[in-house]
């Protein structure tokens, strides 16, 4: 992994303008936020920043206004959410530079916060624009970059900044980053890699990837059928993309030359119909789905199989569920392959890295999100790490 700078490389900021991007696009309900595990992310780097005396400004997007100003998208909106969280009042700032900043970077006192207004107003934002870089940059001593989840665009506050202020990680970002390069960038071997959802045409990338790095790929969800398909199996109506039959014997052909052991399903739940308990449901084994049903989970020896290939290894990366876990009981693979993967990672056999909003849901849904070694509230930036892209954000620390 490359090195980047973090909060422990600063000396003392007493006094200093902190410029701090942070993620607070925070999903809202009756002009509140329903979900603050963003800002509870944050939380620890702006503390710090504040009670080491810093002047700390919080930069954020919230929406997508597309370069235009609507009064819905102000991160005002989130300001009393942001202030419950830290426990401490923070200034709304109505713009992102110029004059008022200025004058609003007078009036905080050492330890104190403020919130910028939402930076995808202006189109240098998304752009990338230097000049607009270069004008947020302007109010700042030093960069912290405490948002993985927008690491992934090339925006002025995630990547521009940073090449006009000294560059640091946020707390949240240095985790992250720590606990990526373990699950992949230097990771203990054998490796495994956990990757379902519902289309391979959604993670090509991905498994082409991974097929390189990791012993074992273990394919499920709706992605399984379609390499089950390319071995010759009758899927049924399942959910299916035939088309990419050639696809997936290439990524096939490819594990076996990497030395990687691609693990599908070989026996299977499905159904005449998609819905909760339904009476037409029952497991057999990939060979005998019928014409009119449809797989829906990883059948119970799969997953006991399944289970032992993680007792052998020392490293999991896993995006996606193994079946619909969304309806019971499509859930059992993916809760009972998450709990396996959680008492070994306790037991301290298994580091543990998920990530991608699917795969959070699945595995609070199994209630082990917090028994992984580290669990990515990131999507598209988790993603594009497990495609092997660079991440601008990430990369702009360690230029």
């Not at 405490?146 to 925006?155: G, I, L, T």
Request: net charge negative.
């Amino acid at each position: 992994m490359s090195s980047f700078r973090t909060l422990d490389d600063l000396g003392d900021v007493t006094g200093k303008v902190a410029l701090v991007r942070v993620d607070l696009n925070l999903p809202m309900k009756d002009g509140s936020a329903t979900d603050v595990t963003r800002v509870e992310a944050v939380k620890p780097t702006i503390l710090e920043l504040a009670d080491k005396g810093a002047k700390v400004l919080l930069l954020a997007h919230f929406g997508r206004p597309k370069g235009k100003r609507y009064s819905t998208m102000s991160t005002s909106f989130v300001q009393g959410d942001v202030e419950e969280v830290l426990g401490k009042e923070i200034m709304f700032i109505p713009e992102v530079m110029g004059p008022v900043v200025e004058q609003s970077i007078g009036i905080l006192r050492n330890g104190d916060i403020g919130l910028l207004d939402n930076v995808r107003f202006w189109p240098g934002e998304e752009a990338n624009d230097p000049e607009f870089a270069k004008g947020m940059a302007a109010h700042g001593d030093f960069y912290v970059n405490d948002a993985f989840s927008a690491a992934h665009r090339a925006h002025a506050s995630t990547e521009g900044v940073a090449h006009h202020l000294p560059a640091y990680a946020g707390r949240a970002m240095e985790a992250e980053l720590k606990a990526l390069d373990a699950a992949l960038g230097n990771p203990e071997q054998p490796v495994a890699a956990v990757v379902g959802g519902a289309k391979v045409s959604t993670k090509l990338d991905v498994l082409e990837n991974l097929v390189g790095k990791v012993q074992h790929l273990i394919i499920g969800g709706g992605m399984a059928n379609t390499f089950l398909a390319a071995r010759g199996v009758d899927v049924g109506k399942s959910l299916c993309e035939h088309d990419l039959t050639d696809t997936a014997n290439r990524i096939m052909d490819q594990a076996d030359h990497a030395g990687c052991t691609v693990h599908l399903p070989y026996d299977v739940v499905v159904a005449k119909e998609f819905a909760a308990n339904p009476p037409s449901m029952r497991i057999c084994n990939v060979h005998e789905v019928a014409s009119d049903e449809m797989i829906l989970d990883v059948g119970p020896q799969a997953v006991e199989a399944l289970g032992d290939v993680l007792k052998t290894c020392r490293t999991l990366v896993w995006n996606g569920p193994m079946g619909a876990f969304e309806t019971e009981p499509f859930d059992t693979a993916t809760v009972a392959l998450a709990k396996t993967a959680a008492a070994l990672t306790e037991g301290g056999s298994l580091t543990s890295v998920a990530g991608g909003g699917d795969t959070v849901a699945a595995l609070a849904h199994a209630g082990v999100k917090d028994d992984f070694t580290f669990v990515s509230t990131a999507g598209g930036a988790f993603l594009e790490w497990m495609e092997g892209k660079a991440l601008p954000g990430v990369a702009a620390l360690t230029a």
